[in-house]
């Protein structure tokens, strides 16, 4: 019997990506750990790999396919003595299933498991009809969702099929009163509408304000809208503080100055990142209840020290993740850092290499940054913005004015996690050990 090929799950949390390039065509033989395509994810393009051998009998999704769904079938495999004939008309595989929105009018209405139990309060309102009384197609499920917004569906053009008006249109309309609003049954659903979150002004309300200026339409790629989802979920579920200080750097630069003559002969050239990266890994071993993740309803308490660090890519950002960090040398924590950042502007990262991690670190300071405040980036309970070194006036422990180089960096936290007192400890230790540190290597 033919065989479904999935699309994969190639990261924990991939939900779609894009059919980049097929390495295979029709008729082609393939056997277990053959390369049948390229994916696109939202952070890499990665290979996939046949699990069973067959032919390729049917391509079901196209080269480019944006938005396809992990588990749905993108190719048929036959199995010896099978044939493209046997894939037929009604196989699950190689006929797509009906959209519910996109059925005709005449159709029988969603199953209750494809929509949900059918209530009085659920069920979607008679066919509507325009002005001049003519009748407005639209899905079944796009009447309902129109009613509970209050939308004039003649005021609405239809995507779907000859025109007809689907769920993704009614949810991308701006709410507009409907002309049923004026009857007196209305005025109980009006509470309802005016309690709904406000939500942000939609693609074509914001295109109309600049209808008269000169722009270019830039589309959104898988990256770009993760990272659009993930900080927008985070800033508005996590709970953040934030906590400041200033790190004098003048030990640091001088010791730093001295390892790398040293390291010269390794082709090793140690970062001040490289500094911060050690710093905060043993920071979290000096306060291991801030080595913590936010689980949902629960807090996981790591044991090894798991640093992730911003990398800027083109339309995008990674952060890799340098595990055991602690337990590692400058020079080696500089190597992997260096290898690390190079795959993650080629994509070539692996999803083990950037997910995970209890902490992490964004360093804007090489871009002429003095300081800002970074989003926490779930589930970690904490990440440090660092700012760059900066010559200042500083008082001594003498009491005397001097010039030093101060770094600001500040410290975004999850509440859930760590609290006021214990994040001032846990900074306390990252300024202690770049303040003093010959003290890393002890």
Not at 43 to 60: H, N, P, R, S, W
Not at 289 to 317: H, Y
Not at 323 to 329: G, L, N, P, Q
């Amino acid at each position: 019997m033919p065989t479904e090929i999935l699309m994969p799950a190639l990261s924990p949390t991939m939900e779609e990506g894009t059919l980049a390039k097929w390495l295979v065509k029709e008729g082609d033989t393939v056997s277990s750990g053959d390369l049948l395509a390229e994916i696109e994810t939202d952070k890499a393009t990665m290979e996939f790999e046949a699990v069973d051998e067959g032919v390729i009998g049917k391509i079901l999704v196209a080269e480019g396919s944006e938005g396809v769904k992990v588990n749905d079938p993108i190719a048929i495999l036959l199995e010896e003595g099978e044939s493209a004939d046997d894939i037929g008309e009604t196989s699950g595989a190689a006929k797509a299933q009906p959209n519910p929105e996109e059925t005709s009018e005449a159709a029988p209405a969603p199953k209750e498991a494809q929509e949900g139990p059918k209530s009085d309060a659920s069920a979607a309102p008679a066919a509507p009809k325009d002005a001049d009384g003519k009748r407005i197609f639209a899905s079944p499920l796009a009447r309902r969702i129109a009613a509970q917004k209050g939308l004039d569906l003649a005021t609405l053009t239809g995507s779907g099929p000859r025109g007809r008006i689907v769920k993704a249109d009614v949810e991308a309309a701006e709410a507009k009163p409907a002309a049923a609003a004026a009857k007196s049954d209305s005025a109980s659903a009006a509470p309802a509408a005016a309690a709904a979150a406000p939500a942000g002004p939609t693609a074509e309300t914001v295109m109309k304000m600049y209808a008269d200026r000169d722009y270019e339409e830039v589309k959104l790629d898988g990256m770009r809208k993760t990272i659009a989802a993930r900080l927008s979920e985070a800033k508005q579920t996590i709970p953040h503080f934030y906590l400041r200080r200033d790190i004098k750097l003048d030990a640091l630069l001088k010791f730093r100055s001295q390892l790398n003559k040293q390291l010269e002969g390794r082709s090793v050239k140690l970062s001040v990142n490289d500094f911060i990266i050690k710093a905060v890994a043993l920071a979290l071993q000096s306060v291991p209840t801030a080595n913590a993740v936010w689980a949902g309803d629960r807090v996981l308490q790591l044991k090894p020290s798991d640093v992730a660090v911003a990398v800027a890519i083109e339309g995008g950002l990674f952060t890799p993740v340098l595990k055991d960090a602690d337990m590692k040398s400058l020079s080696a924590l500089s190597t992997e850092m260096k290898d690390l950042a190079k795959r993650a502007r080629d994509r070539k990262l692996a999803p083990s290499e950037y997910q995970g991690g209890s902490f992490a670190i964004s360093n804007l300071g090489m871009f002429g940054i003095d300081n800002f405040d970074a989003i926490v980036n779930p589930p970690h309970a904490g990440i440090l913005a660092v700012g760059g070194g900066v010559k200042k006036p500083v008082v001594n422990a003498e009491g005397e004015i001097e010039v030093a180089t101060v770094m600001s960096v500040t410290m975004s936290v999850d509440h859930r996690v760590i609290d006021g007192a214990l994040g001032a400890d846990l900074l306390k230790a990252i300024v202690e050990n770049l303040e003093n540190p010959m003290v890393m290597l002890a």
